[in-house]
């Protein structure tokens, strides 16, 4: 919202939501003490207005911040344990592959034998590239949520102190 302010000397506009997301009273003070003095005393009333339209968006704004930062973290919770049960399946292939190296050590190589468990050894370990990459894809997932959750949780922080913010512009604008 763009308000003209006209005075003795020119005009000026000000961009009210840029100028209170500064969250600087002493500014506001400022520009209300211009508006006072200008030719355009009912821009106070714009002011008061969009200040109060705000503050009553406030209950909405944080519910739907609320709502979105709990289903993050529902499905941060769900990628942990999913990342829990994939590195529960490594750990059980590795721990085949350990037993089979052991056997496979146990004998002397180039044996029958010895070619067999080298064999088996292979294969357990190609068993293994598919769970590695979606354990790193699902690492990568819980990165992004976590981001979007912060970021979100962030907004929400924001809006608790520009509601706090809000509120003292309107016993300076009163």
């Known amino acids: 919202m763009d308000l003209e302010i ?56 944080q519910k739907e911040h609320s709502i979105y930062i709990e289903s993050c973290m529902q499905k941060v919770r769900y990628a942990e344990r999913q990342i829990i049960q994939t590195k529960h399946i490594i750990s059980q292939i590795q721990s085949d592959v350990s037993k089979l190296q052991f056997i496979r050590d146990s004998h002397r190589k180039n044996t029958k034998v010895w070619k ?22 699902q690492n990568k997932e819980l990165k992004e949520l976590k981001t979007l ?12 102190r520009n509601n706090e913010f809000y509120k003292k512009v309107l016993q300076i604008i009163t």
């Open 149 to 160: 959750m912060k970021s979100r949780q962030h907004a929400f922080d924001s809006n608790i």
């Open 6 to 61: 006209k005075y003795e000397n020119g005009s000026m506009i000000v961009h009210i939501e840029e100028l209170l997301n500064c969250r600087n009273i002493s500014k506001v003070k400022k520009l209300l003490k211009v508006i006072r003095c200008s030719y355009t005393p009912e821009c106070e009333q714009q002011i008061k207005e969009f200040v109060q339209e705000q503050t009553e968006r406030f209950e909405q704004v």
């Open 116 to 137: 067999n468990c080298n064999a088996d050894v292979k294969k357990q370990r190609k068993f293994l590239k598919e769970p590695r990459e979606r354990l790193k894809d």
